[in-house]
């Protein structure tokens, strides 16, 4: 084939691939009849995955270039007479009859990525001398009990020997800390064995294998929003034009999964507890709407459950992974919130066949998770370490939400809503319709302190009247001169008339 992969190359692997068979068969280099080498050797002649090679010949075989013949191999077959179907080669998408086009879809990925520029922009004011910056997304880490690490290290080398760290762990995992996960799950009611969990670096990992995964097999992705900027940025990174599915303070508004009705399968991505950013569980009902829609759409929910352990207050809603059954669900979580992002351990849960065929991805990401970080976790969970700092991180947070929403009752001006979290610390508020958060962020940084507006939290940047509030790692007084200085930057924005925003995002142009 004359054909080595382009690891720069900006495009997806089996977008290269399938390019690459196309410009041959056009240029009459591979004729009618013309058989392709066998996926296993294909792929290790490129050192990609099957599935990478499997996706390249399937979108060439929709389009009529290539034929399978089971037991034969694929052989390659120009289209029929009267299709005009082409390849186009510098867009991930295929460009078939009634589908937006690559030029419109380039021209969307452009707008959406020079917005994100222009905000991101913005950032470079948070270096302001004694900025008070109410929008933390990292755990406090004077919660952690001091020697903490050094601690469950010594334990991790007294009981379980320093063998096993000295190697590679196994893709899925140590087993024993597969097994303490398990358990952990079984007395939440969610009964999964070792063999359903995968360990990872992190819950962001966790994504990125779903991302390439959800590529190899051809499926839509669709991102609740708004949300964790850094999910859009790992399903981007892997080529995806990712599907919004804007929510409320409830959750997904369910309606606006009818443009999906279309039988192609679908990822959604999803926090029902205590949802970053804004605080709030997802509703009972539409709970169910959503589990029952991915079992009738061949279509599953990737469930991130990152700030479970850190619930205060108030009934832990039923698991959405149990909802929807492990065949229709994957759960993502780790300790980086709940504990310490450093320590960069996760882990992601489905079905053995989910499971099973997504090793090799792992495998190939990063061959296994550090097995010493792997120790640590698991020492901290068989020690109880873990419960006491979660009774401590508790505690801790439930203070500074308590003080957050005093300050606010007290400084904040009519007309300005928040969420109230029963966990985590992340919380919504809204400013009347027609005045901007950016606006906000503007005069608040010029008073001293810091918020995150909306638009930052959505890939389409909508949701300019609101911005996200971040007390974790703040003191009371920080948190109550924060507030009070933010109030006084509202008061001042709301002595304007409301207007047109100037920013009102894509709005699901797709």
């Known amino acids: ?147 903490i690490l050094e601690k469950m290290t010594s334990h991790a080398f007294k009981k379980y020997g320093q063998n096993i ?40 990992q966790a994504v990125s294998i779903i991302s390439q995964e959800a590529l190899d097999c051809n499926r839509r992705v669709i991102c609740e929003t708004p949300s964790f900027r850094g999910i859009f940025n790992a399903f981007g990174a892997i080529g995806h034009w990712v599907e919004t599915l804007p929510r409320d303070i409830e959750g997904p508004v369910i309606s606006n999964l009818n443009k999906f009705n279309d039988g192609k399968s679908s990822v959604i991505y999803l926090g029902p507890e205590l949802h970053n950013p804004m605080g ?41 992974f149990s909802m929807a059954g492990a065949e229709n669900a994957v759960l993502i979580s780790s300790l980086s919130k709940a504990f310490m992002c450093g320590l960069r351990v996760g882990w992601m849960i489905s079905s053995r066949e989910r499971i099973q065929s997504i090793i090799s991805l792992k495998r190939a990401i990063d061959i296994s998770c550090p097995p010493l970080m792997q120790g640590i976790v698991l020492s901290l969970l068989k020690t109880g370490e873990y419960d006491n700092h979660l009774h ?52 608040a940084v010029n008073k001293g302190v810091a918020i995150m507006p909306g638009p930052k939290f959505d890939l389409d940047h909508r949701y300019i009247n609101a911005f996200n509030i971040g007390y974790g790692s703040l003191n009371t007084d920080q948190i109550q001169e924060g507030v009070k200085l933010l109030a006084d930057a509202v008061k001042e924005l709301l002595k304007q008339p409301p207007a047109d925003t100037g920013l009102s995002g894509l709005g699901g142009i797709m």
């Open 1 to 147: 084939m004359d054909f080595k992969i382009d690891r720069n190359d900006k495009r997806p692997l089996y977008i290269q691939i399938r390019d690459h068979l196309y410009k041959l068969i056009k240029s009459g280099k591979l004729k009618d009849g013309d058989r392709l080498p066998s996926v296993i050797g294909f792929a290790k002649e490129l050192g990609v995955t099957q599935a990478t090679i499997n996706k390249a010949l399937e979108e060439l075989s929709e389009q009529g270039w290539v034929t399978a013949h089971v037991g034969r191999g694929t052989f390659v077959s120009s289209p029929k007479s009267g299709n005009k179907n082409t390849i186009n080669s510098t867009t991930n998408r295929t460009f078939l009859p009634g589908q937006p086009s690559p030029d419109f879809i380039h021209a969307a990925r452009r707008l959406r990525m020079g917005i994100a520029q222009s905000l991101d922009s913005l950032d470079t004011l948070l270096n302001k001398p004694g900025l008070i910056k109410l929008f933390s997304g990292v755990p406090d880490p004077s919660i952690a009990e001091p020697g």
């Open 165 to 204: 760290y000295q190697n590679y762990a196994p893709p899925m995992g140590l087993l024993a800390l597969r097994e303490v996960i398990a358990e952990r799950y079984k007395k939440q009611g969610i009964r999964v064995s070792p063999e359903q969990i995968i360990i990872t670096s992190g819950s962001q």
């Open 392 to 443: 401590r991180a508790r505690k801790h947070y439930r203070a500074r939400r308590d003080a957050t929403i005093e300050a606010l009752e007290h400084f904040m001006p009519d007309g300005v809503k928040w969420t109230v979290p029963h966990g985590g610390f992340h919380m919504w508020c809204e400013l009347p319709q027609g005045y901007s958060s950016i606006a906000l962020f503007l005069l």
């Open 280 to 320: 709030t569980d997802i509703a009972h009902e539409r709970a169910i709407a959503l589990s029952d829609w991915v079992q009738s759409n061949n279509s599953y929910l990737l469930v991130d459950e990152i700030f479970k352990d850190l619930r205060f207050e108030g009934d832990t809603p039923k698991s959405m």
